[in-house]
Nanobody, 128 residues
Framework: QVQLVESGGGLVQGGGSLRLSCAASGRTFSRTFSDYSMGWFRQAAGKEREFVAAISWSGGNTYYADSVKGRFTITRDNAKNTVYLQMNSLKSEDTAVYYC?????????????????WGQGTQVTVSS
């Protein structure tokens, strides 16, 4: 019922910035975009998918992995059905495919296990 499409990935030099977007569409009779908490995850080559950032369905709470805290910022615009990930001071270790995900209302937003919907991913490559 929910479709997610990421955009904004690309190639950037170390220390640079990128802004990822995730546009959502679809609904049920009782659920809309604003009913979902949203998360960003990433998966580097040869690695498991890991948590990056999340924002509660109310927008009042945000969560970040220690590795990105202070550099990345997650926001949402419910009027546009979109969640964003602003990435600053990028490092080579940030290179990965980035996925957005949606989870109905509350849960453990740092775990991918209970997210209901996933986007196709967008590649972020940080060069030296």
């Amino acid at each position: 019922q929910v479709q997610l499409v990421e955009s904004g990935g690309g190639l950037v030099q170390g220390g640079g910035s990128l802004r990822l977007s995730c546009a959502a569409s679809g609904r049920t009779f009782s659920r809309t975009f604003s009913d979902y908490s949203m998360g960003w995850f990433r998966q580097a080559a040869g690695k498991e998918r890991e948590f990056v950032a999340a924002i509660s369905w109310s927008g009042g709470n945000t969560y970040y992995a220690d590795s990105v805290k202070g550099r990345f910022t997650i926001t949402r615009d419910n009027a546009k059905n979109t969640v964003y990930l602003q990435m600053n001071s990028l490092k080579s270790e940030d290179t990965a495919v980035y996925y957005c995900a949606a989870e109905y209302r509350n849960g453990n937003l740092m775990s991918p296990d209970r997210y209901d919907y996933w986007g196709q991913g967008t590649q972020v490559t940080v060069s030296s």
